[in-house]
């Protein structure tokens, strides 16, 4: 756990934009600002206050409570969301990766040369807030289904880009049996995708589903200029 709040407190003290950050957390952890403030014992105002910058940007101290508040406040609701980012990760399996702020789902799937298969009218309304990179088959065969959850990292509204793909339908069945969903799926290496299964799952789940022809070394370059 110390190891998630040091990796809060960083992100904040070194944004610079400091109340973006702390906004992005608090929804992280799905906590209204109304919760945080009365746990507190401070006004909603101050914390919006402390989002929008009006406030400047708060001390060690601040921020400290403030992370402690999030943790605590999960852990009341059954620290669900405080498990899901300490997950131990499977870096043979999945990477996750996160702007340091929202990028548009179109943006993305520019930058990676993409073709948008399914709900394609969807792209405009979507922000990301990263995207992880998935070895589908063996996270499918080798993921237990409780822990599939941890490519999601710290929200699951993200792009998952899967790769090592075949006609595109297990990591299609893997998502709609599973929760989080992400808000966008790539996959990486395909030049078409036919199979009738996986598009009928992605308009069922309303997630658009990207292929990308591009390599994942080159794709890894252009978002992390993102």
Known sequence: MDALKQKIAGEITLAKNPGAA?????????????ELADYLSITPSTISDYESNR????????VQRFISALIDIDAKNGGWVAKRLSGKGRPDIYEVLDFSKPVSAKRLVEEIHG???????????????????????????????????NIYGPTSNRAII??????????????????????????????????????????VEKIPVVITSMGLEEIKERLGRL
């Open 162 to 203: 899967f790769t090592q793909v075949g006609v595109g339908r297990s990591p299609m069945v893997a998502i709609r049996v599973t929760n989080p969903k992400p808000s966008l799926v790539v996959y990486q290496g395909m030049s078409k995708m036919d199979d009738p299964i996986a598009k009928k799952i992605s308009e």
């Open 55 to 62: 406030r400047k940007s708060p001390g060690i101290g601040i």
């Open 115 to 149: 073709k948008v298969i399914t709900n394609k009218r969807r792209l405009p309304e979507l922000q990301l807030a990263g995207y992880s990179l998935v070895d589908s088959l063996r996270a499918i065969l080798e993921l237990p289904v409780d822990n599939f959850s």
């Open 22 to 34: 702390i906004k992005k957390w608090r929804e992280i952890f799905g906590i209204t600002q109304t």
